[in-house]
């Protein structure tokens, strides 16, 4: 892979390189996920903590927006060192590189359902244990893969490319540094030794338009349908570990789940030598404690993880480097340390345990009668509970069904669409009324 080809600011093959001169493409990237629908709505869904409950912890909205922080630092340092060693990028910055990894990753949640990750679980567990299982002979094994697999990475990359969303044409080096997995649910040989093949990011529905992205890009073609990252997606996975780690870690000891020694121990592991008690004692506040020692933390981590980037940039560049950034680094077990105590303390929480069980009761239940609602749409049906359940959907997507009346997967993938789209309040009003509960 070479960095020329990486950087590219084409657009789709109908959308040529804008000239306007006062922002970049890549500029222009980042506002177009900023002011978009499907970004705002990030605002009304969990993160981990359940929203109505906690005001002042973390929604995606805010994860998002810290995480393309943190990637903006992480793109411009690696950027510099990139250009010092390429002169023939003398074209580009490293704003440009700090650009392109903070849009790919204020886009890296888009396609999260409500309920956060149990909302993953619980629209794949329709289609295996769920009424959802009764449509399996209406689709090919790749397309089953897919629904029984929902994967926040692939819908995300769905949602970037819908026609529905004219803003979101973004440039090939944004989308291909949003995509941790470039290769398919459906994939026999998968070898999950290698970071980018433990998920996937694109559904069959996307395929062609992902090999059209890799071809432009220039990425490395390994097998059918699957490539090696684009490099900067590196940075981006790395701005999202360091983010809920670290973020996950505060918001836990702000609610109480983790008491404040625990939490300046486990901060102070990663600081070192550079962590002075004394200076932290001078606080009075607990929560100021921890935002200076995460702020400091997280300043380490940037570190880091450039470091471990800039030496393994040819390995990176030749497809040979597949591990997690902050897998290789040298705060590998403090960060650990953290996970460990943050799934135990955090993670089963009662409050977070009973939004998981949420997620699992109302996306299935919504599943199933909006997939009914679509074939009655089809078949024009007129059982007024469904022809009214069809009207919520998206006009595109109404459009969409009665014109692929014989294309299950397409129908299917659009109720998927809505229903994922939806926050989490939204979500639970809608089974509400429906249900009659």
């Avoid at 950027?79 to 890296?108: K, M, N, Q, W, Y």
């Avoid at 567990?125 to 299982?133: L, N, V």
């Avoid at 949420?358 to 609602?373: R, S, T, Y």
């Avoid at 089809?378 to 469904?386: D, H, I, S, T, W």
């Amino acid at each position: 892979m070479v960095w020329t080809q990486l950087l590219s600011a084409q657009r789709s093959p109908s959308k040529p390189v804008s000239a306007e001169l006062s922002r970049s493409a890549f500029e222009q990237d980042f506002d177009r996920i900023i002011f978009s629908h499907p970004f705002r709505r990030l605002q009304d869904k969990t993160q981990v903590h359940p929203l109505p409950e906690h005001d002042f912890v973390h929604t995606r909205l805010t994860h998002s927006l810290e995480v393309s922080s943190v990637g903006r630092s992480l793109g411009r340092r690696v950027g510099e060192v990139v250009l010092s060693r390429h002169p023939e990028l003398g074209s580009f910055t490293s704003h440009d590189f700090g650009t392109i990894v903070a849009s790919a990753s204020l886009a890296h949640d888009l396609g999260n359902p409500p309920f956060g990750h149990s909302g993953e679980d619980g629209l794949s567990d329709y289609f295996i244990h769920g009424p959802g299982k009764g449509y399996r002979p209406h689709f090919t094994e790749a397309q089953w893969e897919d629904l029984t697999r929902f994967e926040g990475n692939a819908q995300g990359f769905r949602i970037l490319n819908k026609n529905q969303y004219q803003g979101l044409k973004l440039t090939y080096a944004t989308l291909g540094a949003f995509t941790k997995y470039p290769c398919p649910a459906y994939f026999p040989e998968r070898n999950k030794s290698r970071k980018s093949q433990r998920k996937f990011g694109f559904y069959q529905t996307e395929k062609e338009l992902f090999k059209e992205l890799a071809d432009q890009l220039g990425l490395i073609h390994t097998s059918d349908f699957v490539w090696a990252r684009h490099p900067l997606a590196f940075l981006v996975e790395a701005a999202d570990d360091i983010c809920y780690n670290i973020i996950d870690l505060e918001d836990g000891c702000r609610l109480g789940l983790i008491s404040l020694s625990d939490t300046l121990d486990l901060l102070a592991a990663i600081l070192r030598s550079d962590y002075k008690p004394e200076k932290v004692n001078r606080i009075s506040s607990s929560d100021e404690k921890v935002g200076v020692l995460r702020a400091l933390a997280i300043g380490k981590l940037i570190e880091d993880v450039v470091e471990v980037f800039v030496a393994n940039e040819k390995e990176i560049l030749n497809g040979t480097f597949d591990q997690a950034l902050t897998d290789v680094g040298k705060y590998q077990q403090p960060l650990q340390k953290i996970v460990e105590v943050s799934v135990e303390k955090i993670y089963r929480a009662r409050h977070v345990v009973e939004i998981e069980t949420a997620g699992f009761e109302v996306l299935p239940g919504l599943m199933d009668e909006f997939l009914k609602a679509a074939e009655h749409l089809v078949r024009k049906n007129q059982a007024r509970k469904y022809t009214n359940l069809a009207r919520l959907l998206p006009q595109e997507s109404r459009e969409i069904i009665l014109a692929n009346p014989e294309n299950t997967y397409l129908q299917t993938r659009e109720v998927i669409d809505f229903i994922s789209g939806l926050t989490d309040r939204n979500a639970l009003s809608l089974y509400r009324k429906i249900s009659g509960s």
